[in-house]
């Protein structure tokens, strides 16, 4: 089946510093993917929608200069806090759509981000 | 805006018993609806999905769900619960295709699932 893996699985960097997540479709393509955040004992709160040739697409009450969205290829996206503080801390999830339906999303196994 | 409800941030089952999950969404017209479960250091799976057709659906590991509109209900069950099942569970309504947030799933906050031996 599909798999979508993550790179770093967990980070601690030092605040104002900036840190990169690595989301990839192994074994197909996705010219969409999602980027997620989860705090604990919460849901999944849609971030962005990265598209690849083109701007990503954020939501509202995201700061799209604070997360920076890449899709540099059909098989890679990439989300970079940057000058990252505290309260950015959380679990950072991506997932890509297969062949079938937009909405048969694969999930990879998430980032954990620590800011200290 | 689309959301969706899960009552229950916690339930305690034995293994054996029967289980069932509720979910409320709130959506202009009808929705899709999805089941995922996360496990630990796993991503989340799909469980099963309704898009339309008979309201009862079948899924994966045993699982089924039934799609009432009178209720604006998505309750998941399983007629017996194995050890294997905790982890937590999370309903999400994605919009209609020609929406602006084409794609989009929103999420539940989740209900975890203990199995107690």
């Known amino acids: 089946g599909a798999v979508v893996s993550q790179h770093p699985s967990r980070v601690i960097c030092k605040s104002g510093t900036s840190v990169k997540i690595e989301c990839r479709s192994l074994d ?21 929608t990265s598209n690849e040739g083109s701007k990503a697409t954020y939501e509202q009450g995201v700061e799209k200069d604070k997360f920076l969205i890449n899709h540099a290829s059909l098989t890679l996206s990439t989300l970079t806090v940057t000058s990252a503080h505290p309260e950015d801390s959380s679990f950072y999830i991506c997932s890509a759509p297969g062949l079938t339906s937009i909405y048969e999303q694969y999930f990879g196994p998430g980032t954990r981000l620590t800011v200290t | 805006a689309q959301s969706v409800t899960q009552p229950d ?13 509720r979910c409320n969404y709130s959506y202009g017209a009808t929705p899709y609806l999805f089941w995922y479960v996360q496990s630990p250091g796993q991503g989340l799976q799909l469980l099963l999905k309704y898009f339309s057709g008979d309201t009862l659906v079948q899924g ?9 509109r009178s209720q604006s209900s998505f309750n998941l069950r399983k ?11 999370f309903c999400a309504v994605g919009e209609l295709a020609g929406g602006t947030s084409y794609g989009k799933l929103t999420f539940g906050q989740g209900t975890i699932l203990t199995v107690h031996p």
């Open chain 2, 79 to 89: 007629p017996s619960v194995h050890w294997s099942d905790a982890a937590e569970y």
């Open chain 2, 9 to 21: 941030i916690h339930i305690t089952v034995s293994e054996g018993a029967s289980l069932e999950l």
């Open chain 2, 60 to 68: 994966i590991k045993g699982f089924e769900a039934e799609f009432k």
């Open chain 1, 28 to 48: 197909f393509q996705a010219t969409t993917m999602f980027w997620y955040r989860q705090f604990p004992k919460q849901s999944l709160m849609l971030m962005a």
